[in-house]
């Protein structure tokens, strides 16, 4: 909610978020005691509507994203012991390997979510400067509210459940392809602990809208690390220098060079994933919200528009020369203008104006 | 202070500041990374991606479940369960009504043996398993398999006692005296014996097997172990009744996947239908959606650009 007061000397505003209140200052001819106490400050009242709009929308949704997910990761994570205390003896055993544990949170799943948080964006810059309603759900609050999070817990702990019975069931009768013992603590660790890594990771994969380089970079290079050290913990090297240290000697090696524990591992992730993807993907197609039709409408409009009528009547009524030297002296944070013949030919496909100005304005940009 | 460093010229927001040196500008710098500009795939969940990704995870499950399943070589006979605590000897019989002709693998089990509790897992020490000597005190039983000719006579099957343990378990180690005398071999004695390696593996649940013997195969086409009665010998040595543990003798034959398991093919076979009948279900109800309507309705707010 957005809201300004006008004071004799300075003018205040302030923008809150469910997550953070920030302060904004508008330095101006009477001063600059806003700027001195406020979080962010520009010159122009324009600036507010970008900072809101784009800006502190942007915030919101990708702050209740981070939030949804690590809740989500630290319940799948953390609840599988909550499962094996009914095979243990209730002895609090952990499932995993300590050094996972302690690496889960901060090295192996810790960067993707950071690029999440970072970078994400729903719809782009301009969809959120004309959609202004895309800005209510922050006002509303439905992006991260209780029953959110309880959906959230509710997935995380199916997916804990998932991922600590599967192997559970694989496991009781499991030997390895030579005969010998496999069902041991350790190969359990590993199988869960590599589901586990491969199921968050695929999960943040589906929750990140915008895939820039860093966020590609940072998902498969996490994915990586927890290879090469899970294998480089339970070396014959580690465990010469440090012996009580890494007591998982050689697990890595003898187990994920079975083809039955690989396949333990490829059912346990689809199981898990997959009826998140079906639940998003059904929720998206039968009840859109306004978020969903801008990023289809955005996502389609490349494709939509070599479908419409084509550039006839833009070359013979000559206006796209006229288009060519209005939009280049268009100012930054304008709109380009929109000229009548592409009004008529939106009117008569019924279409919104203001998503095909952006996708009209590249042809014509052609000198 | 800050009033004098300000200009009437500073329209587009560049808030200076004059510290020691030229005027520095607080603007961030207009770079793709700094600006939230940077180029982006942004992939959505459209019924293109999501419907054929479903129907191939069915496809692909199905075979892999199938093959899992039928997957029969690895046959399985267990001994019934004994926990007896009267005499220190067990003698069962029983025909054998296969015949393998690859290794057979004998594994001894047991139930309610909660070598995963916390306090067992904490106690082990691996340095001292690597070569620091300790006494030990483990019980075990030891069992000896005999055939029973059909002329009566009992023949002692040959039990090979070495590959049973993963290879990165023994260690040269370093020990001084042999622990206990768990094998007259003296390569296999000690913390480097492989029953005491594969027991000092710890089992995940509470109800485990372990390779305990395997008896090779033999040459040419003669059945490992031949059709008819076989007797187990079974020196009981640790007594589980205190605590309703059970124990049992397996003899196993394996595949290419390990041993038998049930539940990998049957659990692909049942994620398969389910996600290939879901992806049908969507498909038919996507296509009457968009039979409906190909135009996108928005509020009307938005047809008014600013």
């Given at each position: 909610?957005?809201?300004?007061?006008?004071?004799?000397?300075?003018?205040?505003?302030?923008?809150?978020?469910?997550?953070?209140?920030i302060?904004?200052?508008?330095s101006?001819?009477e001063?600059?005691?806003?700027?001195l106490a406020?979080?962010?400050?520009f010159?122009?009242?324009?600036?507010l509507?970008r900072?809101?709009?784009?800006?502190?929308?942007?915030?919101y949704?990708?702050?209740?994203?981070?939030?949804?997910?690590?809740?989500?990761k630290n319940f799948?994570?953390?609840?599988?012991?909550?499962?094996?205390?009914f095979?243990?003896?209730?002895?609090?055993?952990?499932?995993?390997?300590?050094?996972?544990?302690?690496?889960?949170n901060?090295?192996?799943?810790?960067?993707p979510?950071?690029?999440m948080?970072l970078?994400?964006?729903?719809?782009?810059?301009?969809?959120?400067?004309?959609?202004?309603?895309?800005?209510k759900?922050?006002q509303?609050?439905?992006?991260?509210?209780?029953r959110?999070?309880?959906?959230c817990?509710l997935q995380?702990?199916s997916?804990?459940?998932?991922?600590?019975?599967?192997?559970?069931?694989a496991?009781?009768?499991?030997?390895?392809?030579?005969?010998?013992?496999?069902?041991?603590?350790?190969?359990?660790?590993?199988?869960?602990?590599t589901?586990?890594?491969i199921v968050?990771t695929?999960q943040?994969?589906?929750?990140?809208?915008y895939?820039?380089v860093?966020?590609?970079?940072?998902?498969?290079g996490?994915?990586?690390?927890?290879?090469?050290i899970l294998?480089?913990?339970q070396?014959?090297g580690?465990?010469?220098?440090?012996?009580?240290?890494f007591?998982f000697?050689?697990?890595?090696?003898?187990?994920?060079?079975?083809?039955?524990?690989?396949?333990?591992?490829?059912?346990t992730?689809?199981v898990c994933?997959?009826p998140?993807?079906?639940?998003?993907?059904?929720?998206?197609?039968?009840?859109?919200?306004?978020?969903?039709?801008?990023?289809?409408?955005?996502?389609r409009?490349?494709?939509?528009?070599?479908?419409?009528?084509g550039?006839?009547?833009?070359?013979?009524?000559?206006?796209?020369?006229?288009?060519?030297?209005?939009?280049?002296t268009?100012?930054?944070?304008?709109?380009?203008?929109?000229?009548?013949?592409?009004?008529n030919?939106l009117?008569?496909?019924?279409?919104v104006?203001?998503?095909?100005?952006?996708?009209?304005?590249?042809?014509?940009?052609?000198? | 202070?800050?009033?004098?460093?300000?200009?009437?010229?500073?329209e587009?927001?560049?808030?200076?500041?004059?510290?020691?040196?030229?005027?520095?500008?607080?603007?961030?710098?207009?770079?793709?990374?700094?600006q939230?500009?940077?180029?982006?795939w942004?992939?959505?969940?459209t019924a293109g991606?999501?419907?054929p990704?479903?129907?191939i995870i069915?496809?692909l499950?199905?075979?892999?479940?199938?093959?899992?399943?039928?997957?029969?070589?690895?046959?399985?006979?267990?001994?019934?369960?004994?926990n007896?605590?009267?005499?220190?000897?067990?003698n069962?019989?029983r025909?054998f009504?296969?015949?393998?002709?690859?290794n057979?693998?004998?594994?001894?089990?047991l139930?309610?043996?909660?070598?995963n509790?916390?306090?067992y897992?904490?106690?082990?020490?691996?340095?001292?398993?690597?070569?620091?000597?300790?006494?030990?005190m483990?019980?075990?039983n030891?069992?000896?398999?005999?055939?029973?000719?059909?002329?009566?006579?009992?023949v002692?099957?040959l039990?090979n006692?070495t590959?049973?343990?993963w290879?990165?378990d023994?260690?040269?180690i370093?020990?001084?005296?042999?622990?206990?005398?768990?094998d007259?071999?003296?390569?296999?004695?000690?913390?480097?014996?492989?029953?005491?390696?594969?027991?000092?593996?710890?089992?995940?649940?509470?109800?485990?097997?372990?390779?305990?013997?395997?008896?090779?195969?033999?040459?040419?086409?003669?059945?490992?172990?031949?059709?008819?009665?076989?007797?187990?010998?079974?020196?009981?040595n640790?007594?589980?009744r205190?605590f309703?543990?059970?124990?049992?003798?397996?003899?196993?034959?394996i595949?290419?996947?390990?041993?038998k398991n049930p539940?990998?093919?049957?659990?692909y076979?049942?994620?398969?239908?389910?996600?290939s009948?879901?992806a049908?279900?969507?498909?038919?109800s996507?296509?009457?959606v968009?039979?409906?309507?190909?135009?996108?309705?928005?509020?009307?707010e938005?047809?008014?650009?600013p």
């Amino acid at each position: 909610m957005a809201y300004l007061k006008f004071q004799r000397s300075a003018i205040h505003s302030a923008v809150s978020s469910s997550a953070a209140h920030i302060g904004v200052g508008i330095s101006g001819q009477e001063g600059m005691q806003a700027v001195l106490a406020s979080d962010y400050s520009f010159a122009q009242f324009r600036y507010l509507r970008r900072l809101l709009l784009v800006h502190g929308r942007w915030s919101y949704f990708r702050m209740c994203n981070f939030l949804w997910y690590f809740f989500y990761k630290n319940f799948a994570f953390t609840l599988v012991h909550f499962w094996y205390g009914f095979f243990c003896g209730f002895s609090a055993q952990t499932v995993y390997d300590q050094w996972f544990i302690t690496l889960f949170n901060i090295v192996y799943t810790s960067l993707p979510v950071l690029a999440m948080g970072l970078f994400d964006q729903d719809v782009s810059d301009q969809n959120s400067l004309h959609y202004p309603s895309l800005y209510k759900p922050g006002q509303q609050n439905l992006f991260f509210n209780k029953r959110q999070f309880f959906l959230c817990t509710l997935q995380g702990v199916s997916t804990s459940s998932l991922l600590f019975f599967i192997p559970y069931a694989a496991f009781s009768v499991m030997v390895k392809e030579d005969g010998s013992y496999i069902s041991d603590q350790q190969v359990f660790a590993v199988t869960i602990a590599t589901s586990l890594v491969i199921v968050v990771t695929v999960q943040i994969g589906l929750d990140t809208h915008y895939w820039t380089v860093v966020n590609h970079f940072f998902v498969w290079g996490s994915l990586i690390v927890y290879f090469a050290i899970l294998f480089a913990m339970q070396s014959d090297g580690m465990f010469g220098i440090f012996t009580s240290s890494f007591p998982f000697v050689g697990t890595a090696r003898n187990c994920l060079s079975e083809k039955s524990v690989w396949l333990v591992i490829l059912l346990t992730s689809v199981v898990c994933v997959v009826p998140g993807m079906a639940v998003s993907f059904l929720r998206v197609e039968l009840f859109p919200t306004l978020t969903d039709k801008v990023q289809t409408s955005s996502h389609r409009s490349a494709y939509a528009f070599s479908h419409q009528q084509g550039y006839g009547e833009l070359i013979t009524s000559g206006k796209n020369m006229k288009m060519s030297t209005a939009s280049s002296t268009g100012s930054p944070g304008g709109t380009p203008q929109s000229s009548t013949w592409i009004e008529n030919m939106l009117k008569r496909k019924n279409a919104v104006s203001c998503v095909s100005d952006e996708i009209t304005g590249a042809p014509a940009k052609t000198d | 202070m800050m009033a004098s460093s300000y200009t009437a010229k500073e329209e587009d927001g560049h808030i200076t500041v004059s510290g020691p040196g030229a005027l520095r500008s607080r603007k961030p710098e207009n770079t793709a990374f700094k600006q939230q500009r940077l180029p982006a795939w942004q992939p959505i969940l459209t019924a293109g991606t999501v419907l054929p990704a479903f129907f191939i995870i069915g496809l692909l499950f199905i075979p892999i479940g199938i093959g899992l399943f039928i997957d029969y070589t690895g046959v399985d006979a267990s001994s019934p369960c004994f926990n007896c605590s009267q005499s220190f000897s067990w003698n069962s019989s029983r025909p054998f009504v296969f015949d393998p002709q690859s290794n057979v693998y004998v594994y001894y089990g047991l139930s309610n043996f909660y070598q995963n509790h916390r306090r067992y897992v904490k106690s082990r020490d691996d340095s001292q398993l690597n070569g620091d000597p300790k006494s030990l005190m483990v019980r075990r039983n030891t069992l000896e398999l005999f055939y029973n000719d059909p002329n009566g006579t009992k023949v002692q099957i040959l039990l090979n006692t070495t590959g049973i343990a993963w290879w990165t378990d023994k260690h040269p180690i370093n020990w001084r005296r042999p622990v206990f005398d768990l094998d007259a071999d003296e390569g296999n004695n000690g913390f480097i014996n492989e029953d005491f390696i594969v027991w000092m593996r710890t089992a995940a649940l509470p109800t485990f097997r372990k390779l305990y013997r395997i008896i090779n195969k033999k040459s040419g086409m003669v059945p490992t172990l031949p059709r008819g009665n076989y007797s187990l010998e079974v020196v009981y040595n640790y007594p589980v009744r205190s605590f309703e543990g059970r124990k049992r003798m397996i003899l196993s034959t394996i595949s290419w996947m390990g041993g038998k398991n049930p539940f990998l093919g049957i659990a692909y076979i049942t994620v398969a239908p389910c996600a290939s009948s879901w992806a049908s279900c969507c498909c038919s109800s996507t296509t009457s959606v968009e039979t409906e309507t190909t135009t996108l309705t928005f509020p009307t707010e938005l047809l008014t650009c600013p």
